[in-house]
Nanobody, 133 residues
């Protein structure tokens, strides 16, 4: 299993970036793909996820209205379009996958619990996003 994330960079406040994550070796169609982020000195937090099987989407309150998650199932790729970026969005962003039964757990609980790290069984390397004021 491999999740390859890309697209991070440095922007000024108000700018945009698009992150990509391509999965290989997983049952992409039977997964929930998510994005987490971790800022220096802070715990990792769930940002957004998409249920590949039915297209249902979740965004955390901190990014709703600014970030949009989408997928290209033919390419086994998930995107995170990040608009109106703010300095507090500065973090290392991680792509993750919840597959099989874990995908169903996430689908059933995400709206009440948010993204829970231990429900995601595959992780990509982080990509740095830096937003300057």
């Amino acid at each position: 299993v491999q999740l390859q994330a890309s697209g991070g960079g440095s922007v000024q406040a108000g700018g945009s970036l698009r992150l990509s994550c391509t999965g290989s070796g997983i049952s992409f169609d039977d997964s929930v793909m998510g994005w987490f982020r971790q800022a220096p000195g802070k715990e990792r937090e769930g940002v957004s996820c998409i249920n590949i099987s039915d297209g249902n989407i979740y965004h955390s309150d901190s990014v709703r209205g600014r970030f949009t998650i989408s997928s290209d199932n033919a390419k086994n790729t998930v995107y995170l379009q990040m608009n109106n970026l703010q300095p507090e969005d500065t973090a290392v962003y991680y792509c993750a996958a919840a597959t099989g039964n874990l995908a169903r757990v996430v689908a059933a609980t995400v709206n009440s619990l948010g993204l829970v790290q231990h429900d995601f069984d595959s992780w990509g390397q982080g990509t740095q996003v830096t937003v300057s004021s």
